[in-house]
């Protein structure tokens, strides 16, 4: 079983709904981070996430760290969301594990 | 500020054959970070360099080395290829050895061909 589990793995939906992104994890971290890649291979960090939520114009982040699992939404979906959006978790300061990756979530937001 | 680059963009190299990917941090930070991402795959944690020398390392073989020069920059080295090299070769950068505790950003990557 990988230690970052993503769902689902594609999702495809029309322009304007709502979206959610499930990420869970079965190690410690310190915190975790949504990533976005297009097309092409560019990553851009979109949220680094120790507790609670975030919110960034229509991302909103939230983690849950009693349960291990945290959700990446996207409001009123566009298909310029249309991407790979990949969950990592970095372990907790005093140990030296590395980052762990998911396989990320392809989404396509059709118009 | 130009972010992080990573040159050349694309690459095709024969089996046996030795690659060097470059990466240049965005400015003001210090640790570069490079990660493997095979087609369809999350990346997968290469290395890490900070103040010229190794910080951490993944599960890749020796085959696999990299340098950090003076200003940073970096350059990852693949001995030996073989056909599942094949990638997209991501770097990232950071500021003060923060690694991922602190905000990291991406080059373009380098897409890797082994033939």
């Known amino acids: 079983k990988n230690e970052v589990e993503q769902s689902p793995q594609n999702l495809t939906a029309q322009e304007g709904e709502f979206i959610t992104i499930n990420c869970s994890y079965s190690v410690g971290i310190s915190a975790l981070h949504w990533l976005q890649q297009h097309p092409g291979g560019g990553i851009v960090s979109l949220f680094m996430?120790?507790?609670g939520k975030k919110k960034h114009g229509r991302l909103i982040a939230t983690i849950n760290i009693q349960e291990k699992h945290s959700s990446l939404h996207i409001t009123a979906s566009h298909p310029r969301d249309s991407a790979v959006y990949i969950c990592?978790?970095?372990?907790?300061?005093?140990?030296?594990?590395?980052?762990?990756f998911g396989k990320g979530t392809r989404l396509h937001i059709l118009p | 500020d130009a972010g992080v680059t990573q040159s050349p963009t694309h690459l095709i190299k024969t089996r046996g054959q030795q690659v060097t990917l470059r990466c240049s941090p965005k400015s003001g930070h210090d640790t570069v970070s490079w990660y493997q991402q095979a087609l369809g795959q999350g990346p997968q944690f290469i290395f890490q360099y900070y103040e010229e020398e190794e910080r951490q390392r993944g599960n890749f073989p020796d085959r696999f080395s990299g340098h950090q020069f003076p200003n940073y920059s970096s350059e990852l080295n693949v001995n030996a290829l073989l056909l599942g090299d094949s990638a997209l070769y991501l770097c990232?950068?950071?500021?003060?050895?923060?690694?991922?505790?602190?905000?990291?950003?991406f080059g373009q990557g380098t897409r890797l061909t082994v033939v």
């Open positions: 990592a978790v970095l372990p907790p300061m005093n140990r030296d594990d590395k980052i762990i």
């Open positions: 990232a950068s950071s500021r003060t050895g923060g690694g991922w505790d602190t905000e990291a950003f």
């Open positions: 996430l120790s507790s």
